[in-house]
């Protein structure tokens, strides 16, 4: 299908973490760096296709809807989204066992070539966001008889 390419990215990436298999410590902080991205933010999506459209879910979760911005160019999806700094929640003598959660800047791209950019729709429920990406309409072919 259209998203070989996209698969291989996260194959590549599935065959590297299982390299850090060296026991269950190691494996699971290899995960956990391997997966991160500079924030630690990844747009965990799945991506369906039909011959009609693409349909995407996509995980975003603690991301207001006006922090989210889209844009498709060139059968290229471009998802970007920021979270503003977290506060610092730790008490006086800075009892903190883990903080995970960062704000900034993330993204993802994704190949979605032949889209209808007019007819995308994007709806955001409970932290996913959902996107509707119909195909262009497959060009009428005349078939030409050889005599």
């Not at 920021?82 to 994704?110: P, T």
């Not at 190949?111 to 955001?124: N, Q």
């Amino acid at each position: 299908m259209a998203n070989d390419m996209l698969n291989w990215h996260n194959d590549l990436f599935d065959r590297f973490n299982d390299l850090t298999k060296v026991d269950d410590l190691v494996n699971g902080l290899g995960r956990s760096f391997f997966n991160a991205t500079r924030n630690g933010a990844v747009l965990k999506t799945d991506i369906q296709e039909t011959d009609e459209q693409y349909t995407m879910k996509v995980d975003v979760p603690g991301i207001k809807k006006e922090d989210l911005a889209l844009k498709y160019h060139d059968g290229t999806l471009s998802i970007a989204a920021k979270r503003e700094q977290l506060s610092d929640e730790s008490d006086h003598d800075g009892n903190v066992i883990v903080s995970e959660r960062e704000g900034g800047r993330f993204g993802r791209q994704y190949s979605l070539p032949d889209v209808d950019v007019d007819k995308i729709t994007a709806k955001y429920v409970d932290g996913v966001l959902m996107l509707t990406l119909p195909k262009k309409a497959a060009a009428d072919t005349h078939h030409i008889e050889i005599q």
